[in-house]
Structure formats: C-alpha cells, structure tokens
C-alpha cells in the first residue's frame, strides 16, 4: 500500500497538497520524549506560549482563511470566521484552565496544609474532522497544551493541509517541533495511534461509527481518558409564532450553513399542526434563493460545496431513498455538477415514513415531521439514539422551560438555531453524540487529572491509642509455654 497522499480542492479538483503517511511509532517515540519537557514548563509559560501561538494565527489569518476554503469548499467569509474562532480559542482555554483546573488549598491537621492540583495525562492522541479542519482540533489541542501534556494530532485524510499548517503556527510560536506533531494518514493511521501503549488520552471529534470503534478498542483500557463528539440527528421543533420570517431565517441557518454539514445542524424539522401551511412554505422560499458557489465567488455565496464527490454521492442517494419510501418533495436537493460535490439545499416531509432512519445525513438535507400538539413533538425531537443538540422555536417561557427538562441534548436553545454554539461555554452531548465529556469551555476538564495533597514541612505524627506500654513486659502466648 502506497503511503503518498493527495488533496484536492472539492469546488474545482485540483490538487492542493501532496505528502506522505506518517509512522505511528516514530512520532510517538518523540512525543514521548518531548513530555518530560514540556511537563517542566510552568504553567504560566505555557500559557504565554498558547498566546503567542494566537499572534501567529492573527499574522497568518488571510492565508489560513483561504487554505480552508480551498480544502473544504466552504465560503471564504465562513473560513475567516474558523479562523478567528482558532485565535479565540486561547483567552477561552486560559480562562477554563484557571477556572476549571486550577489550584485550590484544603484544611488540614496539625497544623498542615492540604491541596487540590492537577496533572497532565500525558501523551494526548487528537484525531480531527474535516467540516472545521482548524477550529474543532484545535479545541483540543491547545488546553492540552496549557494543561501540560504533548500532543499528537492526526488530522482528517481530508483535510491534510489545513492540519499541517496549523501544527506549524504552533511551531512558529515557539511550541518544540516534538510537542505538537501532525500525523497525517487515513483511517488505519489514526487505529495505530489510537491503541498505541504510550497514548495517555484519545480526544476526537467525528461519526459515531469512529467513535464508537474507540470506544470499543479501549472499553479493556480505563488508564486512557477518552473524550468523543460524535454528531447528531438533531431537532428543530417550531410551535405558535408570529415571527414566521424570523423562524424561517433560524430554520434555514440550522440547516443548510457550511452545507449542513456541522454536527449542530438540524435534521429534522417537527412542526405542529397549526404553523405547517405558514413555517414549511417559508422555509422552502428562502432555501430556494441561497446562493451555492465556490468559496471564492463574488458576491460571496451562502454555502460551497460538501466535502468530496463520494460524499456527495451519499447524500443524493440517501435523498432518493427517503423519497421513494413515503417522502414527499418539499425542495428537491440536486447536483448542478456530476463531477463536483456542489449541492443545492433539500427539503422533504418524512412524516409518511413510518421507520424513520435515524442516522446523521451530513449535508443540505432537512426533514420535515408534522405533528398534532407539544406532546407529540418532544416525543419526535426524542425520537433519536443522538442527543447533541435541540430547538425550540415559538412557544412561551413556560413551553421552553417543559422543552429544556424533557429533550436530551447537551444543547438546549429557545428561538436560536441549533448550531452556532459559544467556545466559552460547554460542548457535547449524549447518547451516540458523546460520552458525557463536552468539549469547549470544559475541555480542560478531560486534559487533566485531580491530585489531592496533604502536607508537612517535616514529619510530625502519634498514635494515641492501642500502643504496648514500652516498661510493661510483653505478653507470651499460652503456645510459648507448650
């Protein structure tokens, strides 16, 4: 099997990186030597080098913004938004560390002290998806790094070049060359890393049939901590509104930005009876005039391409099937190009579809489900193995307020899209979208471990009670006798 690699862009296929597969144990013997290292560093050092790697991404912004359009065809304006939230991500992490996994002092006896402390895992395996190559692994990455552990990261065989360039800036920071390592390869690369003896810790975000097969590996091996986000099937359930354009731009946004292919994007759209003949037509009329073009078009388009043309391919048969089982047209999804993965948004009423598919359908394609009450619509918004992320649009404060105690999702939003979620707060979901260790703000929760400490300058101690008087003579056994 050849190791060379190749990526293209997906709006126009041409090739834009080139390299070669790493070695699992190569890397691994250099991360491994590399943490003793970078363990030494003060927090505070650490701290400042993650700022100066932020100072780099600000000086590096316009060429960083245009690889990822290129690489992922999404929209330029989109990429610089990655980009930004890559900067962002430092002030955040820092702000999570200090908070989440700082120091604490305890009482203590005599006279002593005691402590709460935290310590890195170690050697920390990050494997990245391709839809935010830079902003989701990165996420990971950097309180990793604050936190004091090496990091090998293993970007999606997707999207190479962006992983390769942003393990540079890091480098370009001043961050060891072995501290932070880029491992490119496909799927049988990030096995290898995965059930490496020297990974501490396995940090991934993508499918939950990936997550799922990590999960797997290491169900024998509690000594690696394992954080995993695995997208979801998610709901976007509308009751009485008067905002209809407002409901229609929050639908639209939930559904079809980046393509619809954020692990946040709605799924499924669950309407009552009542507001089906006003939200659906509207829905319908603004997805009939966003704009899909290649990143760099102008005027700037709402949404590129999906990531490849297998990719592409999936998604239209996928469409197919749901229509020739009882859906029913709403917007057709197309492909204007057979030889590239532009798709236009798709709109289809599955309510006559008796077994849904409860699967993640990573592109432009939202399901419609009429329902009669609220009743029905929290049993359909739960109607799914996933749990990440969950809407509610219309209703009053006491309609939210039932929505947010009974829908399982990590994310809970009133009259807010499903996706757009804040770095500064906590990230992940249940079921098969995580395993209850949200990203974001609690990121460092999961890249160290707590230490409890009890302290004396010198020994001091005594035994108060069951001691032998040292003047008595000790006690002989009836045996001693025999």
């Known amino acids: 099997m050849s190791d060379k690699m190749v990526s293209t862009e997906p709006a126009t296929g041409n090739v834009i990186w080139r390299g070669k597969a790493g070695n699992v144990d190569e890397v691994m013997k250099r991360a491994v030597g590399a943490r003793g290292v970078w363990v030494r560093e003060s927090v505070g050092q650490r701290m400042e080098a993650m700022r100066r790697f932020a100072n780099e991404v600000l000086k590096h912004a316009e060429p960083f ?5 290129r690489e992922t065809g999404k929209p330029l304006w989109e990429a610089r938004t990655e980009v930004e939230a890559v900067k962002n991500k430092v002030e955040i992490s820092i702000s999570a560390y200090a908070e989440r996994t700082g120091q604490k002092k305890l009482d203590s006896a005599l006279q002593g002290s005691a402590a709460l402390r935290h310590k890195p895992h170690g050697v920390m395996a990050v494997l990245g998806p391709y839809n935010f190559p830079a902003h989701l692994p990165n996420g990971h990455i950097v309180p990793a790094l604050i936190a004091g552990n090496v990091v090998v990261f293993k970007p999606s065989e997707k999207t190479p ?13 001043g961050v060891p060359e072995d501290v932070v390592q880029v491992l490119h390869g496909g799927p049988e690369a990030g096995k290898a890393l995965v059930a490496h003896p020297d990974v501490n810790g396995v940090l991934f975000t993508g499918s939950a049939r990936g997550g799922i097969a990590i999960n797997r590996k290491l169900a024998s091996d509690p000594s690696k901590i394992v954080a995993l986000e695995m997208g979801g099937n998610n709901p976007i359930v509308v009751l009485d509104t008067p905002k209809i354009e407002d409901a229609a731009v929050t639908i639209v946004q939930s559904a079809f930005t980046t393509a619809g292919q ?19 037509p ?25 990531i490849d043309n297998e990719t592409a391919e999936l998604l239209m048969n996928s469409y197919d099937a749901l229509a020739s089982h009882g859906g029913e047209e709403i917007l057709p999804m197309t492909r204007p190009d057979e030889d590239l993965p532009f798709l236009t948004p798709g709109l289809i009423d599955t309510t006559a579809i008796a077994e849904r598919p409860d699967v993640e359908l990573f592109g432009p394609l939202l399901q419609v489900i009429r329902v009669k009450d609220f009743d029905e619509a929290i049993a359909e918004a739960n109607n799914t193995r ?9 209703g009053k404060p006491d309609d939210f307020e039932r929505f947010w105690n009974e829908t399982r999702a990590g994310i809970v939003n009133w009259n807010r899209p499903t996706n757009g979620a804040s770095s500064a707060a906590p990230f992940g979901g249940i079921g098969l979208s995580g395993n209850h260790r949200p990203a974001a703000y609690y990121a460092a929760d999961y890249c160290a ?34």
């Open 282 to 306: 509207a829905v319908k009329a603004l997805a009939e005039r966003l704009v899909v073009d290649e990143p760099f078009a102008e005027p700037q388009p709402f949404m590129g391409t999906v």
């Open 386 to 394: 996933y749990g990440l992320s969950a809407s509610l649009i219309g």
């Open 65 to 69: 913004a245009e690889l990822i359009a």
């Open 449 to 482: 471990y707590p230490v409890a400490s009890t302290e004396l300058d010198q020994p001091r101690a005594s035994i108060g009670v069951g001691l032998k008087d040292s003047a008595r003579p000790t006690r002989k056994s009836k045996d001693a006798h025999k």
């Open 262 to 280: 954020r692990c946040t994007a709605a799924r499924r759209l669950v309407v009552i009876d009542s507001m089906y003949d006003e939200i659906v």
């Open 161 to 173: 070049a962006v992983g390769e360039f942003l393990v540079k800036l890091f480098h370009e920071a």
